[in-house]
């Protein structure tokens, strides 16, 4: 778990440090959005451990501190960013490579039975619904509010209501 957090948090830097001054570890650890990537490690830690009754606690305590509600067995490669947590709903089924940065507001969930893969290096804008059996292809961008319900081709970035991506 201290290996996808240091990795977690090494994302954090890459993302706050991409357009300036590079960004310190004290500063990412302090940065909004790290209370929930350590709750959401500390879940998927008790659910390889089969203690998932227990993954329960930091599942709560997540939704009550940070506003975001992120299922128990979601799982994520290392780099997960959870940018600024508040609004973030993800489905317990959802798997996601590694570096997935993601911002406020965004739902990735189930459409009967078919739940979304996310692959390497994605970046999920602010309000984007990402919905259904699809794959976000690697390195790819959603747009902020964008709905996306097909697949999005590696590298590419889908915008809009419903997404088209180019």
């Known amino acids: 778990m201290f290996t996808l ?3 977690d948090l090494r994302a954090k830097q890459a993302l706050y440090g991409q357009y300036g001054t590079p960004c310190s570890l004290p500063k990412a650890i302090l940065a909004d959005g790290t209370l929930a990537n350590v709750l959401v490690r500390l879940q998927g830690q008790l659910v390889r451990w089969r203690l998932a009754p227990l993954a329960l606690l930091p599942h709560v305590l997540n939704k009550w501190l940070n506003g975001c509600v992120i299922g128990v067995k979601t799982q ?11 609004g973030v709903v ?3 089924a959802v798997r996601g490579g590694r570096n997935v940065w993601i911002e ?12 979304p893969v996310i692959g390497d290096d994605v970046f999920i804008g602010s309000g984007a619904k990402v ?8 390195g790819c961008k959603v747009g902020a509010n964008a709905v996306v319900t097909k697949d999005v081709p590696p ?6 209501i419903p997404a088209v991506w180019r």
Not at 104 to 115: K, P
Not at 155 to 160: D, I, Q, V
């Open 5 to 7: 957090l240091m990795s």
């Open 76 to 86: 994520f490669g290392p780099g997960l960013v959870l940018i600024h947590p508040v």
């Open 90 to 92: 993800i489905n317990s």
């Open 104 to 115: 406020s507001g965004v739902v990735i969930g189930d459409n009967r039975g078919g739940v």
């Open 131 to 138: 919905i259904g059996g699809l794959r976000l292809g690697d």
């Open 155 to 160: 590298g590419k970035t889908a915008l809009g």
